[in-house]
């Protein structure tokens, strides 16, 4: 089992910056990518980005040059680092986990077998 916690959403007005953190605990280490993904009310939801090395990222259209994935294995967590945020940004933002390591495959959340609760991000115009 894999559990996974969310930190640091809140309010922030547009053009603003949070870091999102995904604590991870059980077994982490057969986790081979670690996806962010968000949804807001009406709509489905959709693959924000996803990590599987320092090296090894993914980004979804709509954040790529503003949202930067990084992780710190050492204290099994994963940061969300967002920047010029909009208001279209608004939603509830998961952290998941697969042992999947296709790229194609962890852009759909169906491929992800662990989730956190999500923390709330609201970007005020």
Do not use: H
């Not at 090395?53 to 979804?60: E, G, H, K, M, P």
């Amino acid at each position: 089992q894999v559990q996974l916690v969310e930190s640091g959403g809140g309010l922030v007005q547009a053009g603003g910056s949070l870091r999102l953190s995904c604590a991870a605990s059980g077994r982490t280490f057969s986790m081979a990518t670690m996806g962010w993904f968000r949804q807001a009310p009406g709509k489905e939801r959709e693959f924000v980005a996803a990590i599987r090395s320092r090296v090894n990222t993914d980004y979804a259209d709509s954040g790529k040059g503003r949202f930067t994935l990084s992780r710190d294995n050492a204290k099994n967590t994963v940061y969300l680092q967002m920047d010029s945020l909009k208001p279209d940004d608004t939603a509830v933002y998961y952290c998941a986990a697969t042992r999947i390591f296709s790229t194609a495959q962890s852009l759909n959340p169906l491929a992800y077998g662990y989730w956190g609760r999500g923390t709330q991000v609201t970007v005020a115009s």
